[in-house]
């Protein structure tokens, strides 16, 4: 049986061929602090094939909600296939080490641009000159070396326990098989549309 992560990546890769330029853009949902659910797309920086990693900053709302509960739902569209996935699964913080690895793999004008907004992500700012002002300001102060890892910098994987893959069908009836993960393996099923 194919492995569910291995169709995800199929999938992607397909979706990517057919033009799709921020295919590896998905909706991370979580419970918002008050319970309310709370969704936003989110760019997913691996996945692996029992897991799915993307960044973010230490003091956004996501890493407090996924805090308080762990549990979190990734929905990918792939418009040009007509296709979703989606993923529900616990959430797992990386480790400072971890961080500090993939921050050095991160290209330096992405790490420029995460040093001079992630101090105030979600926070109110007088005017967004400001930032550009930092930004620029980080980019000649460190030309010729290396930026430091950003105390910010948040790396949050989401270990699949569900995966439901949706081929949406106007000819037909649509397809949908569900992909169940536990401690013993994988269980899959056909659901109806």
């Given at each position: 049986m194919t492995y569910p992560m291995d169709l995800m990546r199929q999938?992607?890769?397909?979706?990517?061929?057919?033009?799709?330029?921020?295919?590896?853009?998905a909706v991370l949902s979580?419970?918002?602090?008050?319970?309310?659910?709370?969704?936003?797309?989110?760019a997913i920086r691996e996945i692996e094939e029992e897991r799915i990693l993307f960044f973010t900053q230490k003091r956004t709302r996501k890493v407090e909600e996924l805090k308080k509960n762990s549990t979190a739902a990734i929905t990918f569209w792939f418009e040009r296939s007509a296709r979703e996935v989606m993923i529900e699964g616990d959430a797992i913080?990386?480790?400072?080490?971890?961080?500090?690895?993939?921050?050095?793999t991160y290209p330096r004008?992405?790490?420029?641009?995460?040093?001079?907004?992630?101090?105030?992500?979600?926070?109110?700012?007088?005017?967004?000159?400001?930032?550009?002002?930092?930004?620029?300001?980080?980019?000649?102060?460190?030309?010729?070396?290396?930026?430091?890892?950003?105390?910010?910098?948040?790396?949050?994987?989401?270990?699949?326990?569900?995966?439901?893959?949706?081929?949406?069908?106007?000819?037909?009836l649509s397809d949908v098989w569900e992909y169940?993960?536990?401690?013993?393996g994988v269980v899959k099923k056909r659901l109806s549309p």
């Open positions: 999938w992607l890769d397909e979706e990517k061929l057919k033009g799709a330029q921020n295919a590896q853009h979580t419970q918002g602090l008050n319970g309310h659910p709370h969704g936003r797309i989110v913080f990386l480790s400072e080490a971890e961080n500090e690895k993939y921050w050095h004008w992405a790490q420029i641009r995460f040093l001079s907004y992630a101090p105030t992500s979600g926070l109110p700012i007088e005017n967004k000159q400001k930032l550009e002002i930092k930004r620029n300001e980080i980019e000649s102060d460190h030309q010729d070396t290396p930026l430091p890892l950003s105390p910010d910098y948040c790396g949050i994987y989401v270990i699949p326990k569900r995966i439901v893959f949706y081929t949406y069908r106007l000819d037909e169940q993960i536990n401690e013993t």
